[in-house]
């Protein structure tokens, strides 16, 4: 009984989006549908590779590589971070802006790594700022 309605809610969700994402007025980078997916798949690499690090007993913190093997992760997490933050824009690379701002409270990997949203964030193509106006201006 349960796996049934499971299939009848697959399909009807999955008819859903199909419906969703071939029409013309949906851009598919831009839904927050993928974003969220792509945030969620991207914090759950970065929680197993800490996991495998950190925590896997093969590194004992009081062993003399775990600092490094540490820092190795923080960064390996940072740009998974920075490529998730350029990949879905807007919102995303302000987060990255301000976390990038965060000395006081983040390692400095992630703080080294974000900062880079400060000078080169990713840019918007011209014709896009232009509808965007458009369509912010436009008097119904």
Excluded: W
């Excluded at 399909?11 to 831009?30: E, K, P, R």
Aim: overall charge neutral; hydrophobic content about 40%.
């Amino acid at each position: 009984m349960a796996a049934r309605n499971l299939l009848r809610l697959s399909v009807l969700g999955g008819g859903g989006a199909a419906i969703i994402y071939n029409a013309d007025f949906v851009q598919t980078t831009a839904t927050g549908a993928v974003r969220f997916g792509r945030a969620a798949v991207t914090v759950a690499q970065i929680v197993v590779d800490y996991r495998q690090s950190l925590y896997s007993g093969d590194v004992m913190p009081e062993s003399p590589n775990y600092k490094e093997v540490k820092s190795q992760t923080h960064l390996r997490a940072a740009n998974k971070l920075l490529d998730l933050c350029c990949a879905n824009g807007g919102a995303f690379v302000k987060v990255g802006q301000h976390l990038g701002s965060l000395e006081y409270l983040l390692p400095v990997e992630y703080v080294n790594t974000m900062k880079v949203l400060h000078s080169s964030a990713p840019q918007s193509p011209l014709e896009d700022i232009y509808c965007v106006i458009e369509k912010e201006l436009k008097h119904d």
